[in-house]
């Protein structure tokens, strides 16, 4: 069935594609072609047209090879993409724990050098109390030691 097209000077003509696409083959084989058949005492037998149905069928297994090979490979690729996400997501689970660890050893550690350094400074202090104490004490027993060797002279 060719369309009819009235067209104006300046506007294209449409006309049907020249090979069959998809479509028009598969609405082909929606229907095959019967054609009657007479045979023995009378009766009349419809038989499927052999030209070219065998054709269209190796046609069609084709296509649906084709449509199964190409959803077998979308599912294959959509698995792999689950399990690529699925690593990374376990991935950065471990990163995440390996991280909140890190960060309670950090936070320890500060703790540790803050307690060490007030340590460190009352330390500083006691040495320094204990350092006058025993100028102190050295200055009394100097001078002790002065008088009691004056006192010997004499």
Not at 16 to 41: E, Q, S
Not at 57 to 67: M, T, W
Not at 71 to 85: P, Y
Request: zero cysteines; a positive charge.
């Amino acid at each position: 069935m060719t369309p009819v097209v009235v067209a104006a000077a300046d506007t294209e003509v449409l006309t049907p594609p020249k090979t069959p696409t998809l479509l028009t083959t598969v609405a082909m084989m929606a229907v095959p072609a019967r054609i009657p058949i007479r045979g023995g005492y009378g009766q009349t037998d419809t038989r499927q047209q052999s030209q070219g149905y065998n054709s269209e069928e190796e046609d069609v297994e084709a296509v649906k090879s084709s449509i199964k090979f190409t959803k077998d490979q979308s599912v294959r690729s959509t698995r792999n993409a689950l399990n690529a996400a699925q690593s990374a997501e376990e991935s950065g689970m471990r990163i995440l724990n390996n991280l909140s660890t890190q960060g309670r050893r950090l936070r320890n550690t500060e703790k540790t050098l803050d307690v060490a350094s007030r340590q460190n400074r009352v330390a500083e202090d006691k040495a320094r109390e204990l350092k006058n104490l025993n100028r102190s004490m050295l200055i009394v027993i100097f001078q002790k030691v002065v008088a009691t060797s004056k006192v010997q002279k004499f």
